[in-house]
């Protein structure tokens, strides 16, 4: 209050109290304000968790009725770029606290630079998300009605994908980015124009945070084709703690030809046969064609031999994933106001109530992904 | 009696499983209208009896049902006039005349009567709650060698098919033969419910809910879905006649009359789909075998034990990994039957499981 | 002491208030004031109940035979539709805590608006886009039929607007939240300088008790409804059978949200109630800590009770058993609240004014929806009466005998405070019997069909029923005109009412030290904080006739204390 004392605008309306600049009309103090806001910004949390939570626990209860969907599932997602995506987002959660702590002592171009990093590290988690999912619908791996799953990736059709050798999903997922990243460009260059130095300012730190998508993509692609290349190794050594796989493996061979399926069964005394075998095939139907597919890996899954279900996994996959990239993305909009109003210079000891809500908010953010990484991730 | 009689179907020879399957959806479940003089109902004006709020009692927990609604109804209106009746008296003894205010000093905190008058409210609530738990275990807990009939609900009909096969639109019971329903539902949700023996289950698709009730009076009583299922809800009804004896039903019902049992639909599947893991004479093969367990306890793989019902079967063919049982892990071997068995295939494959138990039980 | 001259500027009819302070459309369109903003949304609110009472009106009217063939099939499942959903989601969950709440709740603590005016006005476009988006599907040519509960997997397979009604749903469950949200908040921290916990009205424990519930139940409204679009666009499969989905789960989801919001609407109201029968009793409210108390218990065991709405549902026998009994505490709460009322009517003195008329008919209503509640709380008579017409009338005995008559009682109550002006009591109680009497006739029978076995949303029904039906349709008619008359008598004494000063009504929460109508800082001193019950605390002033703080009056003419001041 004695701060906000100095700083007073009077009008008619307002002589029964004194007020700062950044006092709202009705609020008497600067305490009473920020004590609202905080407890505000903490409400608001109580129902971002909550809103998460029928996911979470749709996740649990798919999770108890049908295990098997999960054990088979999990191994479709990369956990090296999960990993690298925690890891953004941990660092982004630093950066975050640096900024609140600078924002306190009104240290406003430390606060920006810190806010510019964190923005940076959030557009990389999505360029890197963008890489994970149309790796995803390259195979197939959508939501349980489409899900449909081969190993063929698809052929570059445009002319970037096919010059740079990536799929034509990504390659959409970069548009809104490039075009976004070219309207910020000439809006800083026509900033410069007409002499708004700071428009122009806040303009280049906004292409600089597109940027960090193509970044995220870029580093996605280059872990990507990374892990692929130990793909072998990788996967078998999820396939030797995975019995399931082993289940594949069998049923590879039975592609072949064998279809005497109680030949690999331990448990199996007596594998006497005698269920025709013509009505025997009749439920595996559903095989590919034999042979058919070139790029068939033998440490891959069989598709015939996963649940039907598998797809409801990926349905929480997308939903949870999904619902937390268009939290990160208003976060980005929270923070690229915050950037402008440090570049007013407007915090102060007493006034920088904004960069502590938001980013109590982004460490919620984070936080969620903490708990998304290792359930869809690394289950097992 | 008379009511619309159910479609009858031209009977074929041909026995294969698709066109069973044709054959059971072209009954279509024509909605059956019955006049509803023939609803049996005992009317009264006494706004105080049970007959005035009930239809009436047909099943044999149907008058306890009644005996704790009108306890509750009898509770509420003591409590209701005397609420009321202070409400109106103070109304009048203690209104502002003249304008003039005025209130009496008195106390305006009493932690004494406040105590009493949340604590004797709860033993009466205490004493409803139990009274209801009792009569509703009744009404869930399966009754001994009970009928059993499977009820298929769809928009916006009825199929009810009994023991021997055969089928019907309207639901036949025998007066004094308890029943346990099985019900599925072919497309959203239903709920079985007939008023005059207070029974109501709701019908869930993708899996079998049950009802449970014993009829205690002959008569035509109205059975009606009771959860929205869309246009033609309000036509969804039908009558559940209860026949004075066995012979009664036999004779003067219009039946759909199965060519083949459940039995042996069921028999059938097992020789084109399960043979050839499962077997029946009680040795285990790539799965175990299958004539023994139904009802049983069966012990799985993380040692918990599942009871072997409607839903295990369901289950263990739609989601063989769901349930594995103790000595056939660690993963299951057995692909999912998912779209190519439907829930009815089920349920002959349940009835099959069912007489091999009793015949092979029986002969053990 | 303060000289007449002032009492004048600070009690009198103001020159410039809230209302004239700024013109123009924009002045309210973008007005951050929490009085302008509770006006727009009781402007808004009382739209959606006049759609959804047509609704009613036409379904009722359809009804009045038994083989009607004034609607088709349909027809008559959209019309109950969308009257439930209009009714739940944009007219009774916003009425009180939004509309009346946004006006007093400020006053109430002494404060100059609620803690996030933007926040405020966000939710109430929030709400205007909301229900938009719910007309949507009518205007969309498609309609609703799905229920109100929007139940999988009917409202997956079902072709008709579920997409723009669930979107609305959600987008006004933000609204919600956001009112729920700034209530907390500005309970918390906006309070008058010593306005301790236990000085607060009741109303305003009620509000943040109900804010509580909107702030924890409502996100998951939200991604439930969310989850409901991504299945009926992309087949996710969570709650769709037919991809390996369990439509219970949607139950389940839904009625988390849907059985607290059940409390939504009840809460707010029995705050009202309390602030109404002490006033007009001009008597201590009697147990304050109790009622205060029992309104956040009530809050909290919403929340544990979600799954009694679906005994039939082929949940487990251990969890429907749990759930029935906590549903019985819940009774518990409520009952003590009846009958602390009760208590505050003796030896008070009556005043029966169209609110006390209004409040009085709450408790006969009251008492009828929560004692029926018993029937279905207890599980072998739930079996029976589930989704009949029993159920039907229960929770409008809730809804619309609690919830409607105490938002017009309190809508009566607060007018003179919110214009200035008095409105005819003669014809504010006639409006009063008409609802009254009006509303018993339509849902008193529906008891007796309920329990004779007839089955909520039917088209058509057995003949037997019809004589039931006949009188709930005459009754519906005479509640609509009751409403219709109410509503006239406001809107004259807003604009051609006789003028009044600031506290006729001699009552003693804080909203009545401001002016009428009040100042757009809402008080032109910093008020003097009394106790809300305390209503010697306000004295008669012959100059202005009206009350006011004995702080404020002259000493000459002021009769002492009777009762001695709390403490």
Known sequence: ?380 | MNWQLPLMLAQTNDSNLENLRERTEAISMQGTTVPDSSLVREGTSNPFATEYWFPTQASSFAGEVDFLYMSIFWISLVFFVAIIGAMVYFCVKYRRKDGVIAPEPSSSHNTAIEILWSVLPSIILVWIFYVGAETWFEMRIPKENAEEIQVTAKQFGWLFTYEDGDQTNELHLVRDKPVRLIMQSEDVLHSFFVAAFRQKMDIVPGRYTYAYFEPIKDGVYRLSCNEYCGTGHSKMKTACIVHTSEEDRKNNTKWIEAEKTPFENGQRIYQIHCSGCHKVDGQAATGPALNLIWGENEKMIDGTTELVNEDYVLDSIWYPEKHIVEGYGPVSKMNSFKGILDQKDVDYVIAYLKELKSSTGDAK | MVDASTRQKLFGTPETNFLNCSKGWKSWAFTLDHKRIGIMYLIGVTVALFLAGVFALVLRSHLFTFDSTMLSDDMYNQMFTLHGAVMVFSFIIPSIPAALGNIVLPMMLGAKDVAFPRMNLASFYLWIIGTGCLLLAILSGKGLDTGWTFYTPYSIDTNTGVIYATFGAFILGFSSIFTGLNFLVTVNTMRSKDQGWFKLPLFVWSLYATAIIQVLATPVLGITLLMLIAEKTLHIGIFDPKYGGDPVLFQHFFWFYSHPAVYIMILPAMGVISELISVYSQKRIFGYSFIAFSSVAIALLGFLVWGHHMFTSGQSLVVTLIFSAITFTVAIPSAVKVFNWLATLYKGSILLNTPMCYALSFIFLFGIGGLTGLFLGALSTDIHLHDTYFVVAHFHFVMVGGTLTALLGGVFHWWPKIWGRMYNDFLGRVGCFLVFSGFNLTFFPQFVMGSRGMPRRYASYDPEFQIFHQLSTVGAFVLGIGILLSFVVLVYAALRGPRCSSNPFRAASLEWQSSSPPDFHNFLQTPVLTDPYDFESQVYDEELDTYIPREFANPDKVAPRKEPVHH
């Open chain 1, 1 to 380: 209050m004695a701060v906000a004392d100095s700083h007073d605008t009077h009008d008619d309306h307002h002589d029964l109290y004194d007020h700062g600049e950044f006092i709202a009309h009705h609020f008497d103090s600067a305490e009473q304000q920020f004590d609202s806001g905080k407890l505000g910004i903490w409400l608001f949390l109580v129902t971002e968790v909550l809103f998460f939570s029928g996911l979470f626990v749709a996740y649990t209860l798919y999770r108890t009725n049908h295990p098997e969907v999960f054990e088979q599932a999990h191994v479709f997602l990369n956990k090296y770029l999960g990993g690298l995506n925690t890891i953004v987002l941990l660092f982004s959660s630093l950066t975050m606290a640096l900024g609140v702590r600078a924002a306190q002592l009104g240290r406003n171009k430390n606060c920006s630079v810190y806010i510019l990093i964190t923005m940076v590290c959030a557009t990389m988690f999505l360029g890197v998300k963008a890489v994970e999912y149309s790796h995803k619908w390259d195979m197939g791996i959508l939501v349980r009605s489409a899900f449909n799953l081969t190993y063929t990736h698809p052929t570059p059709t445009t002319e970037i994908g096919k010059a740079l050798h990536i799929s034509d999903y990504l390659v959409y997922l970069c548009i809104v980015p490039a075009l976004l990243l070219a309207g910020f460009l000439a809006a800083s260059v026509i900033s410069k124009l007409i002499n708004k130095a700071m428009l122009a300012k806040f303009m280049v730190a906004m292409a600089i945070t597109v940027s960090g998508y193509f970044l995220g993509v870029v580093v996605g692609v280059i872990f990507m084709s990374a892990t692929d290349a130990e793909t072998g190794s990788s996967h078998a050594s999820v396939i030797a703690e995975q019995p399931l796989m082993l289940m594949a493996s069998t049923q590879d061979e039975h592609d072949e030809g064998d279809h005497d399926e109680g030949d690999h069964d331990k448990a199996a005394a007596d594998p006497n046969h005698e269920g025709d075998h013509a009505d025997h095939e009749e439920h595996f139907g559903s095989h590919p064609a034999d042979g058919g597919e070139a790029s068939f890996d033998a440490h891959h899954p069989d598709p015939s031999t996963l649940s039907r279900d598998v797809g409801i996994f990926f349905s929480i996959y997308y939903c949870m994933t999904g619902l937390h990239a268009i939290h990160i993305i208003g976060g980005i909009i929270a923070l690229a106001w915050l950037y402008w109003r440090s570049l007013l210079g407007h915090w102060r000891t007493d006034y920088f109530g904004p960069v502590d809500y938001v980013g109590l908010y982004w460490h919620l953010v984070d936080l969620i992904w903490i708990y998304l990484f290792p359930l869809l991730y690394l289950i097992d």
